[in-house]
């Protein structure tokens, strides 16, 4: 699913960069993308987010940790306490498992994200969702999907 760009050679970890295919990218939400990589004890998530169709993220929480690193764009992370941090292309992040947290998108960001332990919901949604895809390209349709 994600590839590896062509640099000075493997040995060269900064000659490498993380692509995701185009057509590995299924809407989620509005003005919302995504491919799930599941993994040995974690989810690997890229997320697109729109503005303004996304707009605001909500407040939510789950139990896994979830760390990203900001591939394009800027966002502001918001916890429940009321801090927020400013976010641009190159930070890390990192919100522990339990922690209310939600964002704000102005403009165009990519985000890349691994939860731990793994996220199975998301895992199995983005199956669905793939799936749906491939059926809808072959004249199939679906009627729902999952929220």
Do not use: N
């Not at 522990?96 to 403009?107: F, I, L, T």
């Not at 731990?116 to 349709?141: I, V």
């Amino acid at each position: 699913m994600f590839s590896e760009a062509k640099g000075r050679g493997r040995e060269s970890h900064d000659a490498r960069v993380m692509q995701v295919p185009i057509e590995r990218l299924v809407p989620c939400g509005p003005g919302a993308e995504w491919a799930v990589l599941p993994g040995d004890g974690q989810t690997l998530v890229y997320w697109v987010f729109e503005a303004p169709q996304c707009g605001d993220l909500p407040m939510h929480r789950h139990p896994e940790t979830q760390s990203g690193y900001v591939l394009e764009g800027e966002m502001v992370l918001k916890y429940e306490d009321g801090t927020e941090q400013q976010l641009r292309t190159g930070d890390f992040y990192s919100i522990e498992s339990g922690v209310a947290h939600g964002a704000s998108v102005d403009r165009r960001v990519v985000l890349l994200d691994i939860y731990a332990p793994p996220r199975p919901d998301y895992e199995a949604r983005y199956r669905f969702m793939t799936q749906a895809k491939r059926g809808s390209r072959g004249g199939s349709r679906v009627s729902a999907v999952i929220q």
